[in-house]
Every structure is written in C-alpha cells, then in structure tokens.
C-alpha cells in the first residue's frame, strides 16, 4: 500500500505563495505518477496538478496553469507543489496520490480513483 503525507499548508495573503510537499517512499516516487488534489467546502474534490515518474511530464488544471509548479525530488522521496499568486477561492485541503498505471492527463481527471489521507489545510486570507 502506498503511503503519502502531506504537508506544509497554512494561512497566506491573496497574492502571496505556499509551497506542500507530500513525501511518499523511493519506490513510489521513482515508479508512480504523483498528483495534486484538492477539496474545498462544499465543492467536489478536484485536480490540480500531476506529475510523471517516467519523464517529468506534468499537467495542471486550467485554474492553476501558470501560478502553481510540481516538482519531484527523487533523492528526497518528496513531490511539491509550489503555489504563487495565490487566491481566496485556492482555499482548500490539498491531498496528494500515487498510481502506477493511470496517465497523468486520466489521473488529475478522475479524483474519484483515490483514497486519501488527512491532507494539508491551505488557506488564502486578508
């Protein structure tokens, strides 16, 4: 089973920047495409950002391209996701998950897949 957990969230200004982080295994790092979800009230879960073990191809959801970057660090077991001009409707708990078999572009797309974990609150306020 794989294990992932996430952290780094907290509270920022509309405009500022968070980075998370979810550490998960070596295995799991080198050998499972990693993505980015998030939840927030009353809204479903969705994704915004995934990244291959293969080659680094990542994708982001539209409301995230150009302010939000994932990275992995290999030697560090760790996927991050870098959050920039942040915006109050980001406000949500970011979880992250692993799979070996489903693309990058299928896995963002269907949340639905996934178990998840506790998670990291993210929240953008004045």
């Known amino acids: 089973q794989v294990q992932l957990v996430e952290s780094g969230g907290g509270l920022v200004q509309p405009g500022g920047s968070l980075k998370i982080s979810c550490a998960v295994s070596e295995y799991t790092v080198r050998n499972y495409n990693v993505g980015w979800f998030r939840q927030a009230p009353g809204k479903e879960r969705e994704g915004v950002s995934c990244?291959?073990?293969?080659?680094?191809?990542?994708y982001y959801a539209e409301s995230v391209k150009g302010r939000f970057t994932i990275t992995r660090d290999v030697a560090k077991a760790t996927v991050y996701l870098q959050m920039n001009s942040l915006k109050p409707e980001d406000t949500a708990v970011y979880y992250c998950?692993?799979?070996?078999?489903?693309?990058?572009?299928?896995?963002?797309?269907?949340?639905?897949?996934?178990?998840w974990g506790q998670g990291t609150q993210v929240t953008v306020s004045s």
């Open positions: 990244i291959s073990s293969a080659d680094d191809t990542t």
């Open positions: 998950a692993a799979d070996h078999i489903t693309s990058i572009q299928r896995m963002c797309n269907m949340p639905s897949l996934y178990q």
